[in-house]
């Protein structure tokens, strides 16, 4: 048997009216031969417009390339799920550096490694963040990192808010102008 759906966005369907796994993707899907009434359901995910949040560069208040074994991180809270998709750093040197993931409390989440070019630019992180509080950054980054100057919080509507860092309120580290993918809209 074929079945069709319709919507505005990427149609995922499902054997289960919660939970589970995708069984087709698209607009029609052909049943296995069937015995029993059986039911399908269909998901429609809208993709949201991605947002920034954040410094749009580091050319504000003063800093410099922060490489010593000092900790440190911005403190985030994030009010739906979404990604952190990308961001702008300026290097001392290129190579790789591992920025850690912590919940408020300081307990590591996860680490992600990523090969910076020496100077100004666009890393990619994709990081999947779900509701809560966290915190971000690491150990002898040798990324710029502003220690006056900051204006908490940086806002995205109802999604994130870059609300410290853990030197203070003047000090922002490494990660500028975030590129933020919200969760796709289901109905």
């Known amino acids: 048997m074929n079945l069709t759906a319709s919507g505005n966005g990427t149609l995922e369907w499902f054997s289960q009216p919660t939970g589970g796994t995708s069984i087709n993707t698209g607009t029609s899907y052909t049943t296995p031969l069937l015995n029993n009434t059986t039911t399908y359901y269909v998901e429609n995910q809208v993709a949201q417009a991605p947002g920034s949040v954040g410094p749009a560069t580091y050319n504000f208040g003063t800093g410099g390339q922060h490489n010593n074994t000092s900790t440190q991180y911005l403190e985030f809270?994030?009010?739906q799920a979404c990604t952190l998709a990308t961001?702008?750093?300026?290097a001392g040197a290129a190579g790789n550096r591992?920025?850690?993931?912590?919940?408020s409390q300081g307990n590591q989440l996860n680490q992600y490694t990523v090969n910076i070019a020496n100077g100004p630019g666009t890393i990619t992180l994709n990081i999947p963040l779900t509701p809560g509080s966290y915190r971000i950054g690491g150990t002898q980054m040798n990324l710029y990192r502003n220690n006056a100057g900051a204006s908490y919080p940086?806002?995205?509507?109802?999604?994130?808010?870059i609300t410290g860092s853990s030197a203070g309120s003047g000090f922002y580290y490494y990660l500028y102008d975030w590129t933020v993918n919200p969760a796709p809209c289901i109905s």
């Not at 591992?98 to 919940?103: N, P, S």
Request: no cysteine; proline share 0%.
């Open 87 to 90: 961001a702008e750093v300026n």
């Open 77 to 79: 809270t994030v009010y």
């Open 154 to 161: 940086y806002s995205l509507n109802g999604i994130v808010d």
């Open 98 to 103: 591992t920025f850690t993931l912590w919940d």
